[in-house]
């Protein structure tokens, strides 16, 4: 998880010679479970780190989990998990009855940066990708904005190893 919240950090800092379009964040949040974000303030950008999913895998059905109960526990499989790198902003869609043209055009840009921010980290992830390691990543997906807010995220696969 560490090198997913490093990740977000670097890419989101708000200090960095091409900031987030939005405004930016070095404040990683890790969280459990694979629902609704908790966000309970609009002063910026939330990252987020979870782990949504634990399983086993091989080195040919990779990052697929092994569907056949016996399988999941037969030599040469390997534990896994699916880590979400996501960033939840608050939406004037949503939240207001009727956000201005410019405040939609200026959310989309903000919300256009995030998502290549969210690809940038996932390419970091992908860094951890060694012999005894398989990495693989994801698309980077939006949802939203109903319910007021707008989340980016991508997921990253990682086989864990002893070490």
Request: aromatic content about 8%; glycine content about 8%; charged content about 25%.
């Amino acid at each position: 998880m560490a090198a997913a919240i490093e990740a977000l950090a670097r890419h989101f800092d708000p200090d960095q010679e091409c900031p987030p379009v939005g405004g930016g964040s070095t404040e990683v949040r890790f969280i459990p479970g694979d629902g609704e974000i908790p966000i309970w303030v609009c002063d910026g950008p939330l990252l987020t780190v979870r782990v949504v999913q634990r399983y086993r895998s091989t080195a040919a059905e990779f990052p697929e989990p092994l569907k056949e109960s016996v399988a999941r526990c037969a030599s040469g499989a390997f534990p896994a998990v699916a880590v979400e790198l996501a960033v939840t902003r608050c939406s004037v869609i949503g939240r207001e009855a009727k956000p201005s043209w410019s405040k939609i055009a200026a959310e989309a840009g903000a919300s256009l940066d995030d998502s290549w921010r969210i690809e940038k980290a996932l390419c970091d992830m992908r860094r951890l990708r060694t012999k005894s390691r398989a990495v693989n990543t994801d698309n980077v997906t939006p949802s939203g904005p109903e319910g007021g807010f707008l989340t980016w995220a991508g997921f990253a696969y990682v086989q864990i190893v002893k070490g």
